[in-house]
């Protein structure tokens, strides 16, 4: 993603970038914040490996393996313990006598919000490591 340095804080730069649709799954989204009220402008702090100062055209850039680690677990561990939690509901069920349905979708969407629950500690853990953290690797253009 190319974007604009802003200001600059040591081994930091704030990056003015827009937002796209890999923005929903960065491990570093947490590091990241909506200008104007949500709209479709983001300023992105980022490690200035390429010493890039306030007003540079940039490329940032985030690890593939840190990119994928992150969406497996903001797209598919929820999913899995979603399918778990309804699939142990319904085997329990039987056992303590009640409506299979109905126990399947309470287990079903506990297991759910312990999983987005887990998503949220861990997103904030990894937003604090560099390799989950965008980085500027590139000066494109010099201010």
Partial sequence: EQGIVIKTEGVFAWVK???TEACESCGAKGSC?????????????AINTAGAKAGDTILISLETSSFLKATFLIYV?????????AAIGNLLAGIIRVDPSLFSAVLG???LALALWFVKIKGN??????SYRPKIVRIVKRA
């Avoid at 914040?33 to 702090?45: N, P």
């Avoid at 561990?77 to 939690?85: A, E, M, N, S, Y």
């Avoid at 853990?125 to 560099?130: H, L």
């Fill in 17 to 19: 970038t827009t937002r």
């Fill in 33 to 45: 914040h909506a200008l104007g009220g949500g709209g479709g402008e983001m300023e992105v702090e």
């Fill in 77 to 85: 561990l929820p999913i899995v313990l979603l399918i778990i939690g």
């Fill in 109 to 111: 969407f506990l297991f």
């Fill in 125 to 130: 853990k990894m937003s604090r490591i560099d």
